[in-house]
């Protein structure tokens, strides 16, 4: 065991009521876990954490912990926080692998997961262990959704998610690779073959636009096209990227991966109000990425993109926005550009399926348990919040899960 992980697991005070846990979006129960570890039980611990949250491996590699578990840990106040991170990781991990899971019976009902990303692999793990007989349609070739074929590997390793696509199978979960619902198949065949419930999770894969001049030239990309598989492009020696979140952060540290020598990180704000994580940031300029504050792009061009500077003013209401500095445009010259500005819903299934409403956004409207319009249509994950995280989609998941359980079983009363 690494001698840091049983140190940490011993600095836990086992507080009466622990922070940690509070600030665990889906309330693991850290407390119990570390004493199970230290009283020698690391595969009850890591059931208590395979039960409580399927993507436990997945959620102790990519979760924003210095805003949830750690950032709430009491002994964070003075000193540093118990690496909660690091204790779930190694307890998930020795657990995956000794893992024999419940295999369904498959007596409960059909039920058609569309799409493979943290909500529908939660929604799997939880019905599939209630029984149900639960088959995922997943467009791409892999599971994960985002896990696979967004966040970078050298954040988290492929081989969590082989590991859990080993544990699904052999929960008796059906899998279809490469079968995009809305395409070929529609909602409405599911429906027609028997499947009861349909749940919907499928994701924001649509890159947000920045509509200016040049967005279609050769050398501009956008950053969820570009993570999907990073070695297939030729980005050249400078990039830059358009946007400072944390998928910009991904992108210009998995550029430095590929061969780029200089990375730069356009951002309309200053570096205090970066949309990304402090330790993303921090991350990315270790790897060389330098910010360029309170720029913007005017359009693209051949030999790059013209920048214009920008600065912040109070409109009349008194809200702070950006605006553009009239007369400062100058080109930038780089091999590549990268747009990482955000994502939005494809519209595939909404539009090949009637009756699922949709937010002003194109999101999917969903009541608190994510019961959308259409009888026995579900959703959750990014497809109803909008882009969020890995723990939120869980979260949100678990809820659903039960409202998919509580509909088939009413069908048969
Ligand atoms: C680059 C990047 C880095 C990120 N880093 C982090 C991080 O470090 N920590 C964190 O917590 N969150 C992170 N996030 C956010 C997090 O990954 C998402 O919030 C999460 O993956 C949402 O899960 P989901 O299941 O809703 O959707 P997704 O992960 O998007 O999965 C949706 C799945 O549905 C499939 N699909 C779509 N349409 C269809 C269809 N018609 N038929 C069949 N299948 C379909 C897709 O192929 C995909 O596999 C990151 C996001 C990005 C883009
Ligand atoms: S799921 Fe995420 S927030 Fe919760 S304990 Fe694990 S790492 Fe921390």
């Not at 140190?7 to 199970?36: H, S, W, Y």
């Not at 949830?68 to 190694?90: D, F, M, N």
């Not at 009756?355 to 026995?376: F, H, K, N, W």
Request: glycine letters at 8%; proline letters at 5%.
């Amino acid at each position: 065991m690494s001698k840091h992980v049983i140190e940490d697991a011993m600095r836990c005070l086992q507080c009466r009521t622990p922070m940690c846990t509070k600030g665990c979006p889906v309330e693991t129960p850290i407390r119990e876990v570390i004493r199970l570890l230290l009283d020698s039980k690391i595969a009850e611990a890591g059931s208590m954490l395979f039960e409580n949250n399927p993507l436990s491996l997945v959620c102790s590699h990519v979760c924003p912990q210095e805003n949830q578990c750690e950032g709430h840990c009491v002994l964070g106040r003075k000193g540093s926080p118990v690496q909660i991170s690091a204790i779930e990781q190694y307890i998930s991990d020795y657990y995956l692998n000794i893992h024999k899971p419940h295999v369904s019976k498959r007596t409960r009902g059909k039920v058609a997961i569309v799409g493979s990303g943290p909500a529908g692999l939660t929604i799997a793990f939880l019905l599939s262990r209630r029984d149900f007989d639960v088959t995922i349609f997943e467009a791409n070739d892999r599971i994960g959704g985002v896990l696979r074929y967004g966040i970078p590997e050298f954040r988290l390793p492929r081989r969590v998610l082989d590991q859990l696509m080993d544990a699904l199978f052999a929960s008796g979960v059906r899998i279809r690779p490469n079968t995009a619902i809305g395409t070929t198949l529609t909602a409405d065949d599911l429906f027609r073959d028997g499947y009861q419930a349909i749940f919907l999770g499928t994701g924001v894969w649509r890159p947000r636009r920045l509509n200016i001049p040049g967005e279609s030239l050769g050398h501009v990309h956008y950053a969820i096209e570009y993570l999907r598989n990073p070695s297939v492009y030729r980005l050249g020696k400078t990039v830059a990227v358009i946007g400072a979140g944390n998928v910009a952060m991904d992108v210009a540290r998995t550029a430095f991966r590929q061969g780029a020598e200089e990375v730069y990180v356009i951002a309309r704000r200053g570096e205090e109000s970066l949309a990304a994580l402090p330790i993303e940031v921090q991350f990315a300029k270790i790897d060389g990425t330098q910010l360029m504050c309170y720029k913007e792009p005017v359009r693209f061009v051949d030999e790059g993109v013209v920048l214009a500077d920008t600065k912040l003013e109070r409109d009349e209401a008194g809200r702070e926005r950006v605006v553009r500095v009239p007369g400062t445009e100058n080109l930038f010259p780089v091999d590549s550009v990268i747009i990482a500005v955000g994502q939005g819903p494809r519209a595939v299934i909404v539009s090949s399926t009637q009756g699922i409403e949709v937010t002003e956004q194109g999101l999917v409207a969903v009541d608190e348990s994510g019961r959308t319009s259409r009888p026995g249509v579900f959703a959750s994950g990014d497809v109803v919040t909008g882009a969020r995280t890995v723990v939120e989609a869980v979260r949100l998941s678990k809820k659903v899960a039960a409202a998919i359980e509580e509909y088939i079983t009413s069908l048969a009363g």
